[in-house]
């Protein structure tokens, strides 16, 4: 892998960056909205490393080098504001949250927030993820080494929502499943045909869709004030996310969060937190069909160090080969595959000028297949992130975001992420499905279009 320069050749004399023409009224929204992200790919193939086309009024900027991507998230990260399409309509979504909220606010969020987020905080919650996995390994078990399929993306969704609910909250949200899943189908639809409209009709119009939109969000807001007013009558101290977040303080002002803050950061975290987590489970089962050495290789670990038994977080660094399988899941299909923002004023990105308004998108999706740093960028390779091997430049790999705004979960993402496949490649092989063709879904996040059927086998006879 070529090393990445620390800082981008800032030219003497700003100029205007390549521009890719479209020849349409509309400039490249269409293929955008409908095929981000081989287009992409393509404006990078083509155009270099900073391209600029034209989103109908808008410009816009792909920016493929990751020392320009660091100039943006560090150096210029006062530039640019979160006031996208898509981050307004996450809004509507998920309330002013960490995701989606901005400046003073969300800095006193984030301070509030940040101590529930420590290493010996959310260890206490590894267990949970490790229960929650077993559970789900009996109940295969009456499916295993049948020709019944499962759609393992709602598998993981439900198992990563359960796993949202006991750690976050304390609260089985079985029961709440279909509703969850019906909200995150309808922000995930709404969001790439709000992207992709040339005029998209605002959410107060009285239309169907905007009817569906607000009932099923309506009702995901009031199950989550329900649970917490639950939790402030019954004055119990408990310890899970929601817990640390009622008690944690402002360091600055003493402050604590509102009742309505509290929703809006559970919201981001149900929401938001357990779908990115289950599709990158999906996907890394995915590529493990795919690849029997892979798969072999993570049997043989798991075997040598857990021998049959429940893994822990003490296991976490002895299983690095499964962390590797991990990582290189989210190289290749990283769950959010793009960072949008928007210009606040007139700057520079690479020596490049970039005006008041424009958008600059980060794609994951690219930087994570640039074959200048990259070997074989297309091929499913765990030993990339062997220990032996230097790690790749934090601005060149980045499936949780960089600077900033990056994912204040990740630790615990990346926890449940190793436990949760630690605990399902014991027990089972998985098999896709021939008849199955395996569509790419790039929404908020990056889903498999019409879920992913697969077979499992045991590994071990009962």
Known sequence: MESVESQPSEKSVQSDAPFWPSGRFLGHLEQVGQDPLNTMIKAHREYGEI???RLGPLQAFFIFDPAVVKEALIAKADDFAKTTR?????????????????????????????????????????????????????????????????DMADAMRELTLKIAGETLMSVDMTGDAKLVAEAMDVAMERFMDYLASPIPYPEYMPTLANYKFWMIFSRMKKRVADIIKERRDSGDAVH???????????PE??????????????????????????????WTLHELARHAAVAAELEAELDAVLGGRTPSIEDIPKIQ????????????????????????????LGGYKIPKGAYIFLPQWALHRHPKYWDNPETFDPSRFAPDKPPPDRFLYMPFNRGQRQCIGDRFAEMELILVLATLAQHYRFHLDPDHVVELEPSVTLRPKNGLPMRLTRRRPE
């Not at 420590?118 to 919650?125: D, N, Q």
């Not at 899970?240 to 402002?250: I, N, R, S, T």
């Not at 080969?321 to 520079?348: F, H, I, N």
Request: charged share 25%; aromatic share 8%.
């Open 51 to 53: 391209v600029r086309i």
């Open 86 to 150: 898509g981050y307004n309509k996450l809004r509507l979504f998920l309330g002013n949250g960490l995701v989606t909220s901005e400046g003073s606010f969300w800095r006193r969020q984030r301070r509030i927030a940040q101590p529930a987020f420590r290493r010996k905080c959310i260890a206490g919650f590894a267990a949970t993820m490790t229960e929650t996995a077993e559970e789900l390994v009996e109940k295969w078990g009456a499916i295993a080494d049948s020709d019944e399929t499962i």
């Open 240 to 250: 899970d996310l929601l817990g640390l977040f009622m008690a944690a303080e402002d």
């Open 253 to 282: 002002t003493g402050e604590k969060m509102t009742d309505q803050q509290l929703r809006d950061e559970v919201l981001t975290m149900l929401s938001a937190g357990h779908d990115t987590t289950s599709n990158a489970l999906v």
């Open 321 to 348: 080969y499964t962390a590797q399988v991990v990582k290189e899941s989210m190289r290749v299909y990283p769950p959010v595959w793009v960072v949008g923002r928007q210009a606040k004023r007139k700057t520079s």
